[in-house]
């Protein structure tokens, strides 16, 4: 027969082995703003030219004043289309 405790072992258990499988739900905002960070600095300085470093500043731009005005789905749509090869 099973008792209560060895029932309770076998979850406690069982939780642990979800918990270490699983990521957790809880999400350090600032760690993933600094990669962002990182990932723009990155992008920012593989250019070379001024030229194609002003172009990247006028994006940057473009998607400050979408924000601004409540546009997120304007990017999103722009950002999608980009991934999948789509043209303007």
């Given at each position: 027969m099973i008792t209560t405790s060895?029932?309770?072992g076998i979850k406690e258990k069982i939780?642990?082995?979800i918990n270490a499988i699983l990521p957790?739900?809880?999400v350090d905002l600032d760690?993933?703003?600094d990669g962002v960070w990182k990932e723009l600095s990155r992008i920012y300085y593989k250019y070379e030219d001024e030229s194609q470093k002003q172009a990247f500043r006028e994006i940057m731009r473009e998607i400050?004043?979408?924000l601004s005005e409540g546009k997120w789905s304007t990017?999103?749509?722009k950002l999608y289309?980009?991934?999948r090869g789509a043209s303007d």
């Open positions: 060895k029932i309770n939780q642990k082995a957790s739900k809880e760690e993933v703003k400050g004043e979408k990017i999103y749509h289309q980009k991934e």
